[in-house]
């Protein structure tokens, strides 16, 4: 069974930083599509980033340049480095998986989902 746990969130001051981690166990780790969303109060959830079994990394133009998504295949973990914080960036953040196959950027292509993490930035 697919299991992704969130770790990391908080609350600071816009132009701080947080990382957020994601463990992952209950499949081959290495060989999946890895991603984070993030939903704010009223709003849709939204991507944000992912990572494809061979490193590949893509990010959403809102945090390009700010955030560095990662990932560790020895310690089956999942981070999302997050600088330059604006409060626009507040939101429950969620890390995703799915099985082989071509990463995407909408959430109904991820089976698999943490409980998410809460970011609040304030101005």
Known sequence: QVQLVESGGGSVQAGGSLRLSCAASGYTYSSY???WFRQAPEKEREWVAF????????LADSVKGRFTISKDNA???????????????TAM???ATRDLGSCYTITNRYPYWGQ????????
């Open 116 to 123: 998410g993490t809460q970011v609040t930035v304030s101005s």
């Open 33 to 35: 599509c890895m991603a």
């Open 51 to 58: 990572i494809d079994d061979d490193g590949r990394t893509s």
């Open 93 to 95: 953040y969620y890390c």
């Open 75 to 89: 310690k089956h973990t999942l981070s999302l480095q997050m600088n330059s914080l604006k409060p626009e960036d």
